[in-house]
């Protein structure tokens, strides 16, 4: 068995400086996808009423009304925020309602006034599909002039210290329906006179070009692939646009153009998924299986998940002369196209139009056959970025997330450091400042590291969320191939609740689940505040490439829908789990062998 030392601690969450931490680093939280009405599918589903004012209002804290009429408030503001509304006609829609606008006689705003829903989303996807802008909306001095606006107000809410706005949109490509989007982020401010949008181009290889060009012109740049559960098995494929297989030279502008991946958002969490990790237990969370724009079912394809994504890149690299076309980094993002996302389980309202009230969360009640109207059902609160920095502002953050020294979160804020090293001293864990230690001795997550002649050990450590439940493990998760198939394992690292990690079969029993369905409450009786473990790989092979990154797991809680059928007085609807085990996963370390 491996060398592995666990502690289990108390609550170690004192004024924001999480134990572990150097007094130069701070935990923050945010996320780096979001719409508001400027978005043209958000306007054409039915928020015309909510712009990108109110999403930065949101996000930093205030009290804002829900589409719904409610009086919302995040319970925690967010320490940083990307607004990365549609670049395709971005800031047309708003124009439907306003008579004499350009826009307000096209028939796209004609079948937004008249509250058909579906059809407007089916003709603004089309569009998109296409490459053709709607009648009236493709405008490109109009564009820049409302791309100018739209980041004048990102830097209108940058607060440098307090909150941080990026800005950034999103690029919609939709080849063959499949969803290869991506958020592209800038990191100062200075940005392009225009956005290149999927109308331009939707192929990423273009959009690369773009982005070569405005560094060329001093913009700092890099995007964000978006979570790939619907992309039809593109996102993390073997073939680039035009169909041939993937060289070395498209590997290496992908990696240097693309360092962060989307692990999840309200349409469903992209990081493994049951068919391709048969032996995880936990592989079963929020799955969503949907293409947009029109909803239909969408295969679950190796190519569409983050982790088998990192395992094709390690097969992929015996191919490419060396280079792993998949090095990302994961962060969280919400996708509301409701312009306010809540994140909280406890406090899920919805993201979209049709999801803002209880009744409409509802739909696909206990017994009925699950159909298009039990999407809803299927929906999450979104997921959530953290990262360690010095400070506060774009440069840190950004810098932080090129690196990929970034984690993802299905909502809650779980504080998480991993690192990798060789040598470390068997007290590592046990002294205040382990983290200055291992990071001058090892890598964090998201780097690279030289394999050496011995097994890498890793360091990680854990800490609850000041507003969620206490912690029921640790596990590092392994990946490697032989150049022929790739492999997966899992181990658990540290575990909560006096429980021990069998020896010879590396499994541990569940931990209590105190959740009482009929009250949507739970309680923290089991479970650990704070988690570490310095953990020797077990099955370390010299020379063979690998990669390690940390899931971090909660206690069970209740799922959102829980919580809205106690206040609907009904039992938790059969179609989705009644409680959920919310989770952190890091950014890999990948451990390399010489060439």
Not at 48 to 70: C, D, I, M, Q, W
Not at 156 to 166: E, I, L, S, V
Request: net charge negative.
């Amino acid at each position: 068995m491996s060398r592995l030392t666990t502690f289990a601690l108390g609550a170690a969450v004192l004024c924001g400086l999480h134990s572990g931490a150097t007094l130069a680093e701070k935990n923050l939280f945010g996320t780096l996808h979001g719409h508001s009405n400027w978005s043209i599918d958000a306007f054409g589903v039915g928020n015309t009423s909510l712009g990108p004012e109110k999403a930065y209002e949101f996000a930093r804290g205030e009290r804002v009304t829900h589409l719904n009429g409610a009086e919302v408030q995040l319970s925690q503001p967010l320490d940083f925020f990307m607004l990365s509304d549609h670049a395709e006609m971005m800031g047309t829609a708003p124009g439907f309602i306003v008579e004499g606008s350009p826009t307000y006689d096209t028939e796209i705003a004609r079948l937004s006034r008249d509250g058909k829903a579906t059809e407007a989303f089916t003709m603004i996807g089309n569009a998109i599909v296409s490459g053709t802008p709607l009648e009236g909306l493709g405008d490109p001095e109009v564009t820049a002039t409302l791309w100018s606006q739209y980041v004048a107000l990102a830097d209108k809410y940058n607060d440098p210290g307090t909150f941080t706005a990026f800005r950034g949109y999103e690029w919609t490509s939709l080849p063959g329906r499949a969803n290869m989007h991506r958020n592209i982020i800038f990191r100062g401010d200075k940005t392009p006179r225009l956005p290149f949008s999927a109308m331009d181009s939707d192929r990423p290889e273009d959009l690369w070009d773009a982005m070569d060009a405005w560094r060329e012109d001093g913009i700092e740049v890099f995007a964000i692939s978006h979570n790939g559960n619907a992309s039809l098995g593109k996102m993390f494929g073997l073939l680039d646009s035009d169909g041939a297989l993937i060289s070395k030279e498209w590997a290496m502008r992908r990696n240097a153009n693309e360092p962060q991946h989307e692990a999840g958002q309200v349409k469903g969490v992209s990081m493994a998924h049951p068919m391709f990790s048969p032996n995880d237990d936990f592989a079963n969370f929020e799955i969503w299986n949907r293409v947009v724009p029109n909803g239909g079912p969408a295969p679950a394809l190796r190519g569409n998940y983050v982790r088998e994504g990192w395992k094709i890149g390690l097969g992929m690299k015996y191919q490419l002369g060396g280079i792993n076309p998949y090095m990302l980094g994961v962060s969280g993002g919400s996708d509301t196209h409701g312009t306010i996302n809540t994140f909280e389980e406890f406090n899920n309202m919805g993201n979209h139009v049709n999801d803002s009230t209880l009744e409409q969360r509802r739909s696909g009640l206990p017994g009925q056959e699950l159909g298009r109207e039990g999407d809803n059902l299927f929906i999450n609160p979104g997921t959530l970025t953290g990262v360690w920095v010095a400070e506060n502002n774009r440069a840190d953050i950004y810098d932080a997330l090129e690196r990929r020294e970034s984690y993802a979160t299905s909502g809650t804020r779980i504080a998480v450091r991993l690192f990798a090293g060789y040598g470390f001293p068997e007290d590592l864990m046990q002294s205040s400042d382990w983290v200055a230690r291992a990071r001058q001795t090892g890598v964090p997550m998201g780097a690279e590291m030289a394999m050496g002649d011995k097994p890498v050990s890793i360091a990680v450590q854990a800490m609850k969320a000041p507003e969620s439940a206490h912690l029921d493990r640790i596990q590092i998760i392994k990946l490697w191939s032989d150049g022929y198939m790739e492999y997966e394992k899992i181990y658990n690292v540290a575990v909560s609740a006096g429980r021990t990690v069998d020896p010879e079969t590396g499994a541990v029993a569940p931990v209590p689940n105190t959740v009482d369905v009929s009250n949507a409450t739970y309680s923290n009786e089991y479970g650990a505040p704070e988690l570490r473990a310095l953990w020797t790989d077990p099955d370390f092979v010299p020379g063979q490439d690998a990669v390690y990154y940390a899931r971090v797991l909660e206690v069970p809680t209740p799922r959102w829908s829980t919580y809205d059928a106690v206040k609907m007085g009904l039992p938790p609807s059969d179609k989705v789990p009644a409680t959920i085990q919310e989770r952190a996963w890091t950014s890999p370390i990948w451990v390399t062998a010489s060439q």
